[in-house]
Structure formats: structure tokens, C-alpha cells
């Protein structure tokens, strides 16, 4: 038998988005190359640009993210961009929102795996933890359309808080079609960020949803009692 197949080797962006928890994502990218492929959460073929599609792709995120934030990541999947801005930035809290068992039983064991204290993992849909969770910030990666994603996003987002779809080359055109709904839910700013032009990595393209200031929480417009909020206490590893 030959040896147990690995992610390829760090590139340089890498090891600039990384930096001191460059070993730490290794370790991550290692997973998601063997026992990610044999549970079916990213394709065999994926493993070969793990870094430059996937990692490094997701981590740039961390740039439009305030030092101490909380985020829930909708869909997590196999924990993209979920883990890896909890790799990058390990002074912020993420909780991932997946709905599928075999996908939350193999996140709650990499997060055990790579020693992720400031991670959480729910197994449910984000219309289900309306008033349970609440963050600033909410994140998606290739989950769903975006007027399914506001939707979604706005119980689960504080005042102001922001949702950051991460979208692919029609993402403009999406943010421009989604203008009415977008009007009818009063919301007053949205915009396209382009990240890494110019790298192995980018452009990634990130949607920005802005919940309006008085918008209801959710259908009964409070969260319900034991609600958590984005106070807690931070840990690094």
C-alpha cells in the first residue's frame, strides 16, 4: 500500500495569509485531502489546489473582519471559509451551521483534531437557530443564491451586522439582479469586494449585505431567551 495520500505544499500567498498558523493549516489542508475526500465533502480532484482554490481563497476573507468578531458560517460543509478564518485569525469566534450529520460529525472531529478552541459546530438550518445564535457577521461560501442567503443571514445578524457571501465570476450580476429584493427588505448598503487580484488565489469576490438597523431579528422580531451573544472570552492556540 503506498503512503496515505497529503495536501500539496504550502505556496508563498500561503505563507503570507497564514503566517505563524501556516503548520496549523497544513495540518487542515492534510485532512481535507483524506478523510475530507472519503466522506465526499470536496472532490478527489480538488486535493491538488487545495491551497490556491480553497485555503488561501477563503482566508483572504479575514481581511473585511474586525479583530475579536464573531461569525457564523452558513453551510460550513467541510468548514469553508469557516475553519480557515478560525486557522487565520484565531482571535475570532466562529460558529458552523450545517444541517447534514455525516458533514457536523466530521467537522466536530477536525476541530477536535487541529485544537480549535474558538470554533463551534451546530448541525442544523439557519431558519432553525433564528434567536439561538446571533453574530456580526455571517459567511457563505457557494451555499446559495443570494436572495436565499439574505433571507437567511438576517435572523441570525446583529444591527449592522454584515453577511460576506463568497461568490464566483457572476457575482456582480447576482448583487445587481438581487436590487429589488434587497429594497424590499430596506436594506441600504451592499457592495462587491474583489480581494487578491492579481494572485494564484483571486479575485475572490465577496458580496456584502448590510442588515438595516431596525430590521426584526427574526419573525417575533426578539431573540428567544438564552440567545448567545459575541462576548466570549478569546483563546489561542
Request: net charge positive; hydrophobic share 40%; aromatic share 2%.
Amino acid at each position: 500500500m503506498g503512503a496515505p495520500r497529503r495536501a500539496p505544499e504550502p505556496p508563498p500567498q500561503a505563507r503570507e495569509v497564514f503566517g505563524s498558523r501556516l503548520t496549523l493549516a497544513a495540518e487542515y489542508a492534510d485532512l481535507l485531502a483524506t478523510t475530507g475526500i472519503e466522506h465526499g465533502l470536496i472532490g478527489p480532484r480538488e486535493a491538488e489546489r487545495l491551497w490556491d482554490r480553497h485555503l488561501v481563497n477563503c482566508a483572504v476573507l479575514g481581511e473585511l473582519l474586525d479583530q475579536g468578531s464573531s461569525v457564523i458560517d452558513l453551510g460550513s460543509g467541510a468548514g469553508l471559509p469557516g475553519i480557515v478564518l478560525a486557522i487565520a485569525r484565531p482571535d475570532l469566534w466562529v460558529d458552523l451551521v450545517e444541517p447534514l450529520l455525516r458533514r457536523t460529525t466530521w467537522l466536530e472531529r477536525t476541530t477536535a483534531d487541529l485544537g480549535l478552541p474558538n470554533v463551534r459546530v451546530h448541525r442544523g438550518r439557519a431558519e432553525e437557530l433564528a434567536g439561538v445564535l446571533s453574530a456580526p457577521v455571517v459567511t457563505a461560501r457557494a451555499v446559495a443564491s443570494l436572495d436565499k442567503l439574505v433571507g437567511w443571514s438576517v435572523p441570525l445578524l446583529e444591527e449592522g451586522g454584515r453577511l460576506l457571501a463568497l461568490k464566483g465570476e457572476a457575482a456582480e450580476r447576482e448583487l445587481e439582479e438581487a436590487a429589488p429584493m434587497l429594497r424590499r427588505r430596506r436594506v441600504e448598503t451592499s457592495r462587491l469586494h474583489v480581494l487578491a487580484e492579481g494572485t494564484p488565489a483571486g479575485p475572490v469576490r465577496v458580496v456584502e449585505v448590510v442588515r438595516p438597523v431596525g430590521a426584526p431579528a427574526s419573525r417575533s422580531g426578539a431573540p428567544r431567551s438564552g440567545a448567545r451573544r459575541s462576548g466570549r472570552r478569546r483563546q489561542t492556540r
